[in-house]
């Protein structure tokens, strides 16, 4: 909400002129949900100061908003946005001190290209998913001092914990415009989150800003995610320019948990993917359902290999539906294409006669989704009344969390996971829901195998007794 | 000359005729317009031409689709077009018999060149004679097949004189109509010959039995219902049992009298077709029949004969809400006639395999059936009778040692009677299929359909008729439900969405007591209630006396005693053993109070709300609210030093902005506290603070026709079994008529929203009250100044925010909570009357849906 720029620069004034505002007035830009404030707490021969409030209307904040996919309804209406330094302060920035930020100054362009020592405050920022470690990881490589203040969430609760707000205080000796640069770049992408829309000139700005120093920086492929909200393609699109047109495959793709386990998920689910796309195909299946197919990777897979003549995903995510419609350019499909392939939206614990008569069926990383208690239902619509010929299901191998060092003690991967089994569970559970429903089961490991606990993931493949 | 034509009531009348016979015209002249479908007017649909024969085959699969709708909807439907071959009367008859009717004739069989001097005057007909001549040849020559094809009535019409005779066309009622008689009943399963029984059953049920002299109508028995109820007997009659003859005579006696009715059984048929001499299997029972039936006369043979083969496969009485037949029936198929519907009446459905008892095995129709009517059968023996998606098989094996069942209707009692003794071992033990504790319901329920619940649909529920849910809302709720939400059997209720008063005119308030009463007296209420919302969570806990309840009235099976779960169907606990706990001191409060006993029932389900709100809302807390509150105090902190400093500099302006800021500050302040009141560390039970306000359902009852009052004052007396987790709620009655309580309630609430509470619920006196535009709403929160900030946002109360947001409109939520009200109302009032699983499912899931429509959460 404020950001507090001083220097002790000889005469220090002439910070007024750099920034292009007097610093006997007290003035105000608009905003889009706002305003901001621009005034002197100082001015001085030894030392000026220079502060940037904002002043965002709330309410004003809802009416522009856009629909945000937070959980929470009152999202919009009880929010941190006013209070804090984020996307609305880089705009800020370059409505008040445009131009600070592009170098000009017309009455003193000398001092334009002057290095002064600089202190600034910022209260207060956020840094989400990072903290203090990643604020420093930020800044210092761009030869700041790095002074942090961090506060609790609740003083009447201290059980709360800390808050993700500090306030940063930064001091080095810096051209004026270099320093704005920074803040304009690094403030959003602590905040990690945008008040308005990412598109592709969000890519140019970033690069504009960040010239001469992003591409140099030790964490611009953070800086790019975070500050492009980890829109997987707009990153690659900038960290691509960045590098010089030298593309890297592997940049990890936006997902939505932590970003160390991200990793190795990302390659282990291609790997799952890879292994169930085997097993499918030795099967020889003709139908194959894809159930809890998400954004349709597997969909993708099988639609390149001409032995599945009629494929169904089903997801029970509607907005998953859609993106995988997207991903998969349903609509553009020649009509041949279209044929073998539908989407439908619907849930593994009702009864859905829409998933007989096929030959496979695929449920990756599903099941662990339902509570305990509803696997019985489950089963019951796979096993009992769909009956493909052959099952193919994965999930994860509970002993190997202990080989992820970011995951707490009895946690799962993931939030939504209701439980995550050993080997042993795993191997039971199946063997019973094979016998009683008349298939027989295979356990397979995914993953690279470590001899104590296994591998990451582990898949079972049912095949329904005498079935020509 | 005859003048009238007779059809079935349910019937697919074929017209014959060549071009020019006057078909349309005698199809407009006797029918009615829409019962009528033209191969010329579907032509002139599909190609903008009625005569285009190049568009024949649209037209016809149009009128084929269009034939077919009506025929499933019961609709007699005419076919207008030539029908001069037999291909195109194929697929006629084939329709019919898919849909179970009869298939009607009718031949208009005109001179030719009658025919073609009326298309001559024609213009569009301008097709040349031979067309006319090769139709003529072609009825000439398949005429006489009508009958062979399938036709079940003929009419050949031969002169125009002969078809303007013609001037009605009579409907004749199916002999399976019965609607108009409505019982009341007693059905009575398979006797098999055990005459010893039935006697003992009817007169259990209040018949009395006269011998008397056997004659053509009596055969020895005058059977009377002092209370004037009819007996209605499922068939199988015979074989197997004891005493066929005395069976036969005794059901006859009662059918020719008028005190019963009777479908036949296969069992029947059998011995019908072997009095016949037709060659059937001497087996399984039938040997018995004949063994006893040696002493009888011949005449009662012949008579017998002739009331077994009279009995008509199915009734359907009561205006349609009771089908009574041997071995059940579908839907599609009741108050139909063809031989399909015959079989499966005798039969039911078979799969074609065969059991390990060398029974074929049946498919069970009932697990599907959808439909309104009450089906009542018999055919398969089992150890006890039970519902099944509102069917009922009352065959209880009497004669293989069982008892024999009646069903009471419109009660829906069994009487039953012990057999004597095993006249016949079963081939297949009678509980062979019982190894499990749950009902058949139960366990059909332990799996909904999809079809149950995706898609547009429409439910109807007793308080506000028909809901329409619209298929995205579906498509949200789906995903919420199966992600989320907990066992559907326990999901018996979900609670409706409230809306807030209207809007206060006073300028400090967005929310004031003022509108909330005035609303109830403006709908001409006198009596309102007001309770004290606390601010925790919303919790609907449903607890079983036992385990065994758990397992017989809701066919859950290692859950525990109950369940909480919040509004969205969500368990509230993520923790098991505190959840057993918390729902083990409730279950125990309930005892203490004598609750059990003083209503005769061994579940609750109550409607309560849950302190603290940080025990759920943890997270939301954390993330959203101290954020808020962590991150303003600290920046505008800093930002009034700064500004203070500036002011120093006397710079201008900074004055007014230092105001602003400092006004921030202060609602930000108000803010913390506000949600502050709600949150405390949970740790174990004791720190749970619970506060029922609604005592839902117990067995056989929904508590919705009691007042308010009534509500409090039974959660009082549990409250007080265990007052360390649980609270009662404040609340005042107010007349509205007294200005003084009006004035009283306001100050009550004032003083309680100051002190930091979320603010009150108006109700009206009675749980469900009617205004002058029907149903109105059950319930309006009025919220407090302070608790507001949580909702609207901490700086909502300034004026220039306030004038923003007083511009808002409750029609939505009004509606939103009305539709939600009457499908938690609904829901309840299923599952207590015992209706299947997805019946009260297809209500939850509405509340869900709806919840998803887009509404101002502020609301």
């Known amino acids: 909400m404020l950001l507090n720029i ?26 889009s949900s706002g305003k901001a404030h621009i005034f002197y707490p100082e001015a001085n021969q030894e030392r000026c ?38 996307s609305f302060m880089s705009v800020a920035i370059s409505k008040a001190f445009s131009t600070a930020l592009n170098g000009k100054c017309s009455k003193r362009p000398e001092l ?256 662990e989704h339902l509570d305990l208690n509803r696997l019985k239902a489950f089963e019951r619509v796979i096993f009992q009344f769909s009956k493909p010929k052959v099952v193919v299901l994965t999930t994860p191998n509970k002993e190997y969390n202990q080989l992820f060092e970011t995951m707490a003690l009895d946690s799962f991967r993931h939030a939504d996971h209701r439980f995550e089994w050993t080997r042993k569970e795993f191997r039971d559970w199946a063997e019973n829901a094979a016998n009683a429903n008349g298939y027989q089961v295979e356990i397979k490991s995914v993953g690279e195998e470590d001899k104590n606990v296994g591998a990451p993931s582990q898949m079972a493949i049912f095949k329904l007794n005498n079935h020509e | 000359m005859n003048k009238e034509i007779k059809i079935p009531e349910l019937s697919l009348v074929v017209l014959v005729g060549i071009s020019g016979s006057g078909k349309s015209t005698f199809a407009k002249r006797l029918f009615k317009e829409t019962e009528v479908l033209s191969s010329d007017r579907c032509r002139a649909i599909v190609s903008d031409d009625e005569n285009n024969q190049a568009a024949s085959n649209d037209a016809f699969e149009l009128l084929h689709y269009i034939a077919s709708k009506r025929l499933k909807n019961g609709l007699v439907t005419v076919i207008d077009a030539t029908n001069v071959q037999t291909e195109a009367r194929k697929p006629l008859i084939q329709l019919a018999r898919d849909h179970h009717c009869l298939p009607v004739a009718i031949v208009l069989d005109v001179p030719e060149k009658i025919c073609q001097s009326r298309n001559d005057q024609r213009p569009d007909r301008d097709f040349g004679k031979h067309v006319i001549r090769q139709q003529r040849s072609q009825l000439k020559r398949t005429i006489r097949n009508l009958k062979r094809e399938g036709f079940r009535h003929i009419y050949i019409l031969n002169s125009p004189e002969e078809i303007d005779a013609i001037q009605v066309i009579k409907r004749d009622k199916l002999y399976n109509n019965k609607k108009e008689i409505s019982g009341p009943f007693d059905i009575i399963g398979d006797v098999h010959g055990c005459f010893d029984e039935l006697g003992e059953l009817l007169v259990n049920l209040g018949y009395e039995i006269e011998q008397c002299k056997y004659d053509h109508k009596g ?84 008579l017998a004969k002739e009331f077994l083969y009279k009995l008509v496969s199915h009734y359907v009485f009561d205006n349609g809400k009771l089908v009574v037949a041997h071995a059940g029936l579908k839907e599609e198929m009741q108050g139909r006639g063809s031989g399909a519907v015959r079989s499966f009446c005798m039969y039911g459905e078979t799969t074609g395999e065969i059991d390990e008892f060398g029974l074929p095995v049946r498919y069970n129709w009932a697990s599907e059936y959808r439909g ?16 099944l998606n509102r069917t009922i098989d009352i065959d209880t094996g009497c004669v293989f040692g069982g008892k024999l069942t009646a069903l009471r209707y419109p009660e829906e009692e069994l009487v039953e009677v012990k057999a004597k003794k095993i006249y016949t071992e079963p081939v297949k033990p009678l509980d062979s299929e019982n190894d499990s504790l749950l009902s058949h319901q139960q366990e059909l329920d332990d799996l909904l359909d999809i079809d149950d619940v995706v898609g547009k649909r429409i439910i109807s529920t007793k308080l506000r008729n028909n809901i329409t849910l619209r298929e995205e809302n579906s498509i949200a709720a789906l995903e919420v439900m199966s992600r989320f939400a907990m066992n559907p059997k326990w999901l018996i209720y979900l609670p409706p969405t409230m809306s807030p008063s209207e809007t206060s005119d006073l300028s400090e308030y967005l929310e004031h007591p003022n509108e909330a009463l005035k609303y109830f007296k403006s709908q001409g209420i006198d009596k309102v209630v007001c309770e004290e919302k606390h601010m925790g969570s919303r919790a609907i806990i449903v607890v079983c006396k036992d385990e065994n309840t758990v397992i017989e009235r809701f066919g859950i099976e290692n859950e525990g005693i109950g369940a909480c779960y919040t509004r969205t169907g969500r368990n509230f606990f993520n923790n098991a053993a505190l959840e057993k706990e918390f729902l083990d001191r409730v279950q125990l409060a309930l005892k203490k109070s004598g609750f059990w006993e003083k209503f005769n029932t061994s579940w609750v389900c109550l409607d309560t709300e849950l302190m603290p709100w940080s025990a759920k809302a943890q997270t939301l807390l954390k993330d959203q609210y101290a954020s808020v509150g962590a991150s303003a105090a600290v920046a505008l902190k800093d930002a009034i030093t700064q500004l203070a400093k500036t002011h120093n500099r006397q710079i201008e302006g900074v004055d007014e902005l230092i105001e602003s800021y400092q006004a921030k500050n202060d609602m930000i302040a108000g803010y913390s506290t506000a949600y502050r009141n709600y949150c405390w560390p949970v740790e174990k039970v004791d720190d749970f603070k619970l506060a029922p306000f609604h005592v839902l359902a117990t067995e056989g009852e929904v508590h919705t026709d009691k007042h308010h009052e009534w509500h409090m004052k039974t959660i009082k007396s549990v409250c007080k079994s265990d007052s360390q987790l649980m609270m009662e709620t404040p609340y005042r009655l107010v007349d509205l008529n007294d200005e003084s309580q009006i004035n009283g309630v306001i100050d009550w609430w004032t003083e309680l929203t100051q002190k930091g509470g979320e603010g009150m619920v108006v109700k009206p006196f009675d749980y469900i009250s009617y205004g002058k535009k029907g149903l109105i709403q059950p319930a309006i929160k009025c919220r407090g100044k302070e608790y507001l900030r949580i909702i609207y946002g901490p700086e909502y109360s300034s004026s220039e925010n306030m004038k923003v947001l007083k511009n808002r409109s409750l029609g939505r939520k009004r509606s939103l909570a009305l539709r939600e009200f009457a499908l938690g109302v609904e829901s309840l009032e299923r599952f207590v009357n015992q209706e299947p699983l997805r019946k009260v499912h297809e209500c939850v899931f509405g509340v869900l849906a709806l919840e998803s429509e887009a509404v101002d959460p502020r609301l």
């Not at chain 1, 085997?278 to 359902?289: H, P, R």
Request: hydrophobic letters at 35%.
């Open chain 1, 6 to 31: 001083s220097t002790t620069h000889t005469p220090a004034t002439d910070l007024s002129f750099l920034l292009h505002k007097h610093p006997d007035k007290l003035q105000s830009v608009d905003l």
């Open chain 2, 372 to 387: 309104r009517a009450m089906v009542v059968y018999g055919h398969t023996p089992v150890p006890e009778a039970q519902w």
């Open chain 2, 219 to 302: 055969f020895g028995y005058q059977v009377t219902n002092k209370n004037d109820r009819k007996a209605v007997f499922l068939g199988d009659l015979v074989d197997r049992g004891p005493n066929s003859p005395e069976v036969l005579k005794l059901v006859m006696s009662m059918v020719n009298s008028g005190v019963a009715y009777c479908v036949p059984g296969n069992h029947d048929m059998k011995l019908q077709k072997y009095l016949n001499g037709k060659n059937v299997q001497i087996k399984h029972g039938l040997e018995k029949t004949i063994e006893q039936l040696q002493g009888e006369s011949d005449e009662f043979l012949n």
């Open chain 1, 112 to 367: 334009v290209d002057q290095v002064m020592p600089f202190q600034v405050t910022i209260s207060v920022l956020p840094a989400p998913k990072g903290g203090e470690f990643l604020i420093r990881k930020l800044f210092e490589p761009l030869g700041y001092d790095v002074n942090l203040e961090r506060y609790q969430l609740d003083s009447t609760f201290p059980e709360w914990g800390e808050s993700k707000y500090y306030t940063l205080q930064l001091s080095g000796k810096f051209k004026l415009k270099d320093l704005l640069s920074h803040l304009y770049v690094l403030i959003p992408s602590l905040d990690n989150n945008k008040h308005y829309w990412i598109s592709q000139s969000e890519v140019e700005k970033l690069l504009q800003k960040g010239e001469g120093w992003l591409g140099n920086h030790p964490e611009k492929e953070q800086i790019t995610k975070r500050y492009l909200k980890g829109i997987g393609g707009l990153t690659r699109n900038a960290l691509d320019r960045l590098l010089d047109g030298d593309g890297d495959e592997n940049s990890p793709e936006a997902e939505e948990s932590n970003p160390e386990v991200d990793e190795v998920k990302e390659t282990l689910h291609q790997q799952r993917l890879r292994q169930t796309f085997q097993e499918l195909k030795i099967s020889g299946a003709k139908s194959v359902v894809d159930l809890g197919c998400g954004e349709g990777k597997l969909l993708k897979m099988l639609l390149k290999e001409k032995q599945f003549e009629r494929i169904l995903g089903m997801d029970v995510s509607y907005r998953t539906l859609e993106k995988a419609v997207e991903r998969l350019h349903y609509d553009e499909m020649p009509p041949k294409q279209k044929e073998r392939i539908n989407l439908i939206q619907g849930a593994l614990t009702y009864r859905d006669k829409r998933l007989d008569g096929f030959d496979a069926a695929a449920i990756i990383e599903v099941i």
């Open chain 1, 49 to 86: 100061a220079a502060c940037l409030l904002l002043d965002i209307n709330p309410i004003e904040l809802v009416k522009n908003s856009r629909n945000n996919n937070n959980d929470f309804a009152l999202a919009h209406y009880v929010n941190d946005r006013p209070y804090v330094a984020s």
